[in-house]
C-alpha cells in the first residue's frame, strides 16, 4: 500500500493524538474510561475514536465488565493497522526493519555498508527505504511513515551536518529523501542514539510520561540520548547527547579525537580507543575488535584486556555520574556493544557512584539496553507515530 495511504490531515489534531496515546498505554479501555481521564465531551471521544477505527489505527478487542446496563466495549492499538520502515546505520552494518504499530520488528535485513561513504552510503540508504516500501506493498501492509536513525550531528529538519564515519557533511538527507521518495512530510532523521533512547523509554516504561533518564551507548563511538516526562530531549538546535565529546583528559598527550580536538571521551573509552590501548599496553595481536576484546576481558584470564576495560569503564561511569548531579536522572540506561560485557558494566556502575552525589542515587535505576540492536528501529517508528499526531507534523524535522 502506498506510503501514507488515506487522508491524514484530520490526525492532526491534540486531542487525536492524546487519546490514541491514551489508548495506546492503557489498553484495553472503554470510551467511558477515555473520557474521565482526558475530560473531553462524550460526543467528542465517540468521534475520534470512530475515526481512528476507521483508519484501522484501533479496533474493539472485548467487554469490560458491567456495573449496570451494557458492558462497555474495550479498545486497544490495532499492530496491523500500520507500519514503519526504518533504515538504522549505528553499526557497520545497516540494520533495516519494518515495524508494526505494537512497535514490533516483524522484518529485517542487513546490508553492509560501503566503506567508501559519502554519495554511495546515501545510495544504500535510498535503496533500502525502496525495498522496506516494496516489501509492504507486496505484503498488502498500510505504510504510514519512513525513518532513519544516523549517527552524528542531525538538526531538527533532518540536515545531517556531521557524521564521519559515513562522510556526510551537511547532507539534507531528510529533503533528498522526500524528493527521492516522492513524499513530503512522512520521513523522519533523527540521531541513532536520541532514536534508541526513545525507544528504550517507550518500551520500558508503563507510562512514558512519568519518565525522565538517559540512555548512553558506547559501540564505536559513544552517545547519549535523553528523555525528560516522555518527551526526547534535542537541545536548541537537534544537537543534545555529544557525551562523546566531554573531554576527560586534559595532557598534552592525550589522544586526539575525530573531531579534532583531544582527550575526548570517545577517543578514551569507544571500542577503537580500547582496542588500541590493548595494543599499546602489550596485548596480543589477536585482539582485533572490541567484541574480542571484551569477551577476553570477561575471561579474566587476560590482565592486559581486563585493565583496559575496567579503565574505559570508569572513564564513562565518571562522565555519567556527572550528568547524574546535573539531571537529576530516575534512570541511566548502557547500551552498544560494550554494555554486553559485565567487566564493563561493572565499572561503568561503580565510577557512577562514586561520582554522584548520595541524594542524586536515592531511586536511580541503572541498568543495560533492554532492546539491544532494535532500539534504533522502534525509536524512529515511535517518534514517527508521534509525529503523525502532531500539529505541525509536515514542518518538524
Not at 74 to 88: I, K, R, S, T, Y
Not at 97 to 116: A, D, E, Y
Not at 150 to 168: F, Q
Amino acid at each position: 500500500m502506498e506510503l501514507g495511504a488515506g487522508n491524514q490531515s484530520d490526525l492532526r489534531d491534540a486531542n487525536t493524538g492524546f487519546i490514541f496515546q491514551l489508548i495506546r498505554r492503557l489498553s484495553p479501555i472503554s470510551r467511558t474510561d477515555i473520557v474521565e481521564r482526558s475530560r473531553l465531551a462524550p460526543s467528542t471521544v465517540s468521534v475520534i475514536t470512530g475515526n481512528l477505527q476507521e483508519k484501522r489505527l484501533i479496533r474493539e478487542c472485548g467487554h469490560a465488565m458491567s456495573n449496570g446496563g451494557r458492558r462497555p466495549v474495550l479498545l486497544e492499538v490495532d499492530p496491523d493497522g500500520g507500519h514503519f520502515v526504518v533504515a538504522d546505520l549505528s553499526g557497520a552494518q545497516m540494520r533495516v526493519g519494518v515495524i508494526n504499530l505494537g512497535m514490533q520488528v516483524i522484518k529485517q535485513w542487513f546490508i553492509p555498508l560501503s566503506r567508501k561513504g559519502g554519495e554511495e552510503s546515501y545510495r544504500q540508504v535510498l535503496s533500502a527505504l525502496q525495498s522496506g516500501r516494496q516489501w509492504c506493498g507486496e505484503h498488502n501492509l498500510s505504510l504510514l511513515g519512513l525513518g532513519v536513525a544516523s549517527p552524528g550531528l542531525i538538526r531538527d529538519d533532518g540536515m545531517v551536518i556531521e557524521a564521519d564515519n559515513l562522510g556526510w557533511y551537511l547532507l539534507p538527507l531528510r529533503r533528498r529523501l522526500q524528493e527521492a521518495l516522492s513524499v513530503e512530510d512522512n520521513i523522519l532523521v533523527e540521531n541513532d542514539t536520541n532514536a534508541a533512547a526513545y525507544g528504550e523509554f517507550e518500551f520500558l516504561l508503563d507510562r512514558v510520561e512519568e519518565g525522565s533518564g538517559m540512555y548512553v551507548s558506547v559501540d564505536t563511538g559513544i552517545g547519549a540520548g535523553l528523555v525528560f516526562n516522555g518527551e526526547l530531549f534535542s537541545g536548541a538546535r537537534g544537537l543534545a547527547g555529544e557525551i562523546g565529546h566531554v573531554r576527560v583528559r586534559v595532557d598534552p598527550d592525550a589522544p586526539v579525537c575525530g573531531c579534532g580536538r583531544q582527550g575526548c571521551l570517545e577517543a578514551v573509552a569507544a571500542g577503537p580507543a580500547m582496542v588500541r590501548d590493548y595494543h599499546a599496553s602489550g596485548g596480543g595481536a589477536e585482539v582485533m575488535d572490541l567484541e574480542t576484546l571484551l569477551a577476553r576481558a570477561d575471561s579474566l584470564d587476560d590482565e592486559v584486556a581486563l585493565q583496559v576495560v575496567v579503565q574505559a569503564g570508569a572513564e564513562v561511569g565518571r562522565v555519567i555520574g556527572g550528568q547524574v548531579n546535573i539531571l537529576n536522572l530516575e534512570r541511566v540506561i548502557l547500551g552498544g556493544l560494550a554494555a554486553s560485557s559485565q567487566t564493563f558494566f561493572d565499572s561503568v556502575r561503580s565510577a557512577l557512584l562514586a561520582v554522584a552525589l548520595p541524594h542524586f542515587q536515592t531511586g536511580l535505576e541503572f541498568h543495560r539496553s533492554t532492546l539491544g540492536g532494535q532500539g534504533g528501529l522502534i525509536g524512529v517508528a515511535s517518534l514517527s507515530l508521534a509525529q503523525l499526531f502532531h500539529p505541525s507534523a509536515s514542518v518538524d524535522r
